[in-house]
């Protein structure tokens, strides 16, 4: 019999999708359920059924698990941004870990386990980015599968630095009447506020407006000076296109600086507002650490580092190789990279095209380069299938692949499989405690002819 919408069942959840949800299997249909923890058995509300599986949340648990825990934010539920927060942290990290592993498996054909994953030793307060949406007075974030913002003056995952600059700019759009952008009708000004910390406490503040300039600017700065000490510039990102993107094309330093600087694995990096860094610092030092560990150099190798973004795993690969090619398709993000290189006196070693992936990699094939070992970080989507070609063309030894989907991850070593190169060892790395993300490194190698 099939389930109906608006009907309870009792169900017993045997795992964790791709969203966080648990799993539920009810008269052999697969039910996704919010806030439910594995092993658990309750009474499940349906609230939609589709063609193969519906979906639902707990109106009564019958069996709660002892990884359950009380959510720790009064906006959990309300608010999309985190996912784990009803079980304790331990669980989270195995449903990571089985998620990177049942991928490789399902979608890769793959036996290889995935022994471990790299937990935070601070689960909170760790993003070093937060990109705030506005909507009439809310400044927060948007609840789960909705474009509704939900007010949140204080985020557990953000510095609380942040918070303050939150409430500084909260009440600079009351007293000023600055009003927010309507993403339905297009009217409005300040559409996002997109803030950026280093571990020196210093912070760099945008505001995405609708528009080229703002209401009394002085104000604004002032109240942001009161809340953040370390505030080392405020940025105008200007957005005037009607479109989900965040960051306009534009941007105008109304004080300060536009930019930040970090260190990472050792090297410093100059971080403008659209730079690309990942937003959790400590797990990445562990993540390129890993990475490293895969790429098994000697300082005799020449390393192709696709989608290198402002060169940050090129220069964490750069001291222990005879050189790095980084390859990415952001004009500004290679322009950073090259400066990045040269601050850390690593310019003779690296060396920066700008372009699509494939593209250049087809180019470095054709100039004869030859790579010992490839390394790619790409974006979710994962790689086009003629890149994957290309690096198999190059014939590297070794190709590190960095992932933050085991789906296209899994996809992606399928395809390197069938060109003769085998995984032979992967790690989950947690960059994103608290949410449904993880990331993985998988190192690739060649089959011996």
């Known amino acids: 019999m099939a389930i109906r919408e608006g009907e309870i069942y009792t169900g017993r959840m045997e795992g964790y999708a791709s969203d966080g949800s648990a799993i539920a299997r009810i008269d052999g ?3 996704f359920v919010r806030g439910g923890v594995r092993g658990e058995e309750a009474d499940i509300y349906i609230e939609h059924v589709g063609h193969a599986a519906a979906w639902g949340h707990i109106v009564r648990l019958r069996t709660a698990s002892p990884q359950r825990r009380e959510p720790d934010c009064p906006y959990y539920g309300a608010c999309g941004g985190c996912q784990f927060r009803h079980m304790d942290y331990e669980e989270e990290l195995e449903s990571k870990r089985l998620r990177v592993e049942d991928a490789l498996h399902r ?3 793959l036996s290889l386990p995935v022994p471990v994953i790299h937990g935070a030793q601070c689960p909170q307060r760790y993003r070093n980015k937060v990109q705030f949406p506005i909507s009439g007075r809310a400044i927060g974030y948007y609840q789960g599968r909705t474009h509704q913002v939900v007010d949140i003056a204080d985020c557990l995952l953000q510095p609380q630095l ?4 939150r409430q500084a700019v909260a009440e600079w759009m009351s007293a000023c009447r600055v009003p927010a952008y309507d993403e339905r009708s297009g009217a409005g000004l300040l559409r996002h506020l997109y803030l950026r910390t280093n571990q020196a406490g210093e912070v ?3 505001l995405v407006v609708n528009g080229r300039e703002i209401p009394q600017p002085q104000d604004l700065i002032a109240r942001l000076q009161a809340a953040a000490p ?3 510039g ?3 990102s200007i957005n005037t296109r009607k479109t989900n993107v965040i960051l306009g094309k534009e941007f105008s330093t ?3 600086r536009d930019w930040l600087e970090e260190t990472l694995c050792g090297h410093t990096f100059r971080l403008s507002v659209p730079s690309f860094f990942q937003i959790n610092h400590p797990q990445t030092e562990v993540l390129y650490s890993r990475a490293l560990e895969f790429a098994q150099l000697t300082g005799r190798e020449t390393v192709v580092d696709l989608y290198c973004g402002i060169g940050t795993i090129t220069l964490t690969m750069a001291p222990h190789a005879a050189r790095v090619i980084g390859v990415e398709v952001v004009p500004q993000a290679i322009e950073d990279a090259k400066e990045n290189a040269r601050r850390n006196g690593l310019a003779e070693k690296t060396r920066f095209a700008c372009g699509d992936a494939a593209q250049l990699a087809l180019q470095l094939e054709q100039e004869g380069i030859r790579p010992d070992v490839v390394v790619v970080d790409p974006p979710r989507k994962g790689l086009a299938p003629e890149v994957v070609d290309t690096i198999a063309r190059m014939s590297p030894r070794r190709v ?10 899994a996809r992606d070593v399928a395809r390197f499989s069938s060109l003769g190169y085998a995984a032979t060892q992967a790690e989950a790395v947690d960059l994103f405690p608290r949410t449904a993300h993880v990331e993985s490194v998988v190192l690739l190698t060649k089959a011996h002819e």
Do not use: F, Q
């Open 254 to 256: 109304l004080w300060g």
């Open 107 to 109: 979608i890769g054909g």
């Open 29 to 31: 249909m697969v039910v």
């Open 204 to 206: 760099l503040c945008c």
């Open 234 to 236: 405020v940025v105008l």
């Open 162 to 165: 942040d918070s303050a600059c």
């Open 230 to 232: 370390g505030l080392v």
């Open 400 to 409: 590190v692949y960095v992932s933050c989907d085991p789906a296209t991850l």
